[in-house]
């Protein structure tokens, strides 16, 4: 008796159940199954023409709703997807449910141009992403100049021959391409003029303290030069007042996104958005 009190008898499960009753108790194996039980929700938010104040176009942003802890953001339950992996199913979600939503909108008469999707370095470093988006595309019967891509300086930076070669068959694909968070990476111009890039987004920590602060606005006016010269888009991330506004479309900038025009709102209420 006394030898079999091993580890097993103070135990309900075997070693393999234990794991995972463990693990359901860790947001990471909450996260595992948040896409099964239908947890994620995808938020909009909309992209304003500064000339015309009329929504051009869509940010898809992510949501999880967790049955305990309620909204948990992306901040925070990204970066572990993006450690464990999950990150490659969960954006291949976001991107199915943009390409459904952009048709839809199409389908009901809405002028949307595009919904932007973000795009973690880890999907592009460990799937065929290229296929995935060619996969969606077909399934969803999507033009592809209405979706656009969003990855972040830094994970140009980190990985740039695999993510060059990648874009470049994405470009073929019909996408448009976006480098998010723009002026936080440390990106060498001669890297980002080797990517087949369409729009850069003014990261929004340059935006914050315009027009009064003289150093983000050199920054602001700098990278909008820039861009301009490289023959892409801009457009400024985190626009928060109409003096924000005001001193961007001044500068030239023609594409603002922003708590000014409205917060990621669900795609029901985005709809309305668009009604109005
Ligand atoms: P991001 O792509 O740079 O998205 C912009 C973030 O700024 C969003 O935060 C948005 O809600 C917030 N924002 C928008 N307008 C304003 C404003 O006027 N003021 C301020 N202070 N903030 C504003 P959110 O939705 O919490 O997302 C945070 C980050 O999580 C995103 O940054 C993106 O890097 C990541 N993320 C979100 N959804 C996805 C996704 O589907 N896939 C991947 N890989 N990453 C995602
Ligand atoms: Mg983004
Ligand atoms: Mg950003
Ligand atoms: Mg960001």
Known sequence: ????????????????????AVERFTLEGQLRHALVRKQFEVYYQPQVSLITGEIIGAEALIRWNHPKLGLVSPATFIPMAEETG??????????????HQ?????KAGHAIQWIAVNVSGVQIMRSNFADTVYGILMETDCNPHMLELEITESTVMQNTEYVIDT????KQLGLKLAIDDFGTGYSSLSNLKRLPLDKIKIDQSF???????????AIANAIYAMAGSLGFSVIAEGVETQA???????MGCKEGQGYLYSKPVTATEFSKLLTK
């Open 1 to 20: 008796q006394v030898k079999n009190k091993g580890k097993n008898n103070h135990c309900f499960y075997s070693d393999d159940l234990s794991k995972s």
């Open 86 to 99: 999950l990150i490659v199913q969960i954006g291949e979600w976001v991107l199915r449910e943009a390409a």
């Open 102 to 106: 952009i048709v839809r909108w199409h």
């Open 167 to 170: 874009f470049n068959r994405i």
């Open 207 to 217: 935006v914050r303290d315009l027009p009064d602060d003289l150093d983000d606005a």
């Open 244 to 250: 924000q506004a005001d001193f961007l479309s001044a």
